[in-house]
């Protein structure tokens, strides 16, 4: 049986959020588990201490190895096999190229910014002593 795959996101990100969505009801891969990263400080932290900044990218956790922003989403996007949504689809196509991530990525975090920064809401890093949730 496979390991379970945690996979954590920014909720005050509407991308990130209506992303994570769309995995937890449609992405169907197995195993798999969806956590807001502004609702779980203390394993955000501790990612955040290990040099994993979710202001920089979402989280993955796989196997025990972890990737971080462009290669979390690229290997969910190749883990999608079947998707029973079309926009689900689309971006399964577009993000399992690895290249194509990562030349896109950069516009993701910057559209994750602009739309915390439209909703007042901060995108520092994340350390123990911050105040960013």
């Given at each position: 049986?496979?390991?379970?795959s ?14 994570a ?69 689309v ?18 975090l ?15 890093p994340?350390?123990e ?5």
């Open positions: 049986m496979p390991d379970k945690l996979f954590i996101y920014d909720g005050d990100c509407p991308f990130c959020n209506h992303f969505q769309l995995l937890e009801l449609k992405s169907s891969i197995p195993e798999f588990e969806i956590v807001d990263g502004r609702k779980n400080l203390p394993l955000l932290s501790q990612l955040y201490n290990q040099g994993y900044d979710l202001n920089k990218g979402a989280i993955l956790i796989s196997n025990e190895n972890i990737m971080h922003g462009a290669d979390a989403i690229n290997w969910i996007c190749s883990e999608i096999k079947e998707p029973s949504d079309s926009l689900l689809e971006l399964r196509i577009i993000f399992k190229s690895n290249k194509r991530t990562h030349i896109l990525f950069p516009f993701l910057w559209g994750r910014r602009l739309s915390l920064t439209l909703k007042g809401k901060i995108w520092q994340v350390s002593n911050s105040q960013f949730f």
